[in-house]
């Protein structure tokens, strides 16, 4: 798994690549943890480059939704994978989190 993130004003962009599982969860909490810690408030996951999600990685994504939440931000996902989004469909995710189909719908959603 590879993280890079950069910012936008008042908002984070993080891009993940690889697979989001057991074993990656740890350093992607990490992370997303040091993301929400700084001044931006809200949050863009680009995961186009995803190409696999367990339990662990969707535990994972709903503990940045609520961190950003606590900061009364948003977190929305963008250009989810076919396998990826049918697991954030099939797991009842996508009524939890925001999913836009590109980053710059995600911004218009957050601005």
Known sequence: MDITHRADGDIAIV???GKLDTTTAPEFDTRLREVAGSA???????????DYISSAG??????AAKQFGAKKGKLVLSGLSGAVKDVFALSGF??????????????????
């Open 94 to 111: 996508d009524r939890v989190v925001k999913i836009c189909a590109n980053e710059a719908e995600a911004q218009a959603l957050i601005r």
């Open 40 to 50: 931006v408030i809200h949050c863009i996951l680009a995961l186009d480059k995803v």
């Open 58 to 63: 969707l535990r994972s994504v709903l503990m």
């Open 15 to 17: 891009t993940v690549s």
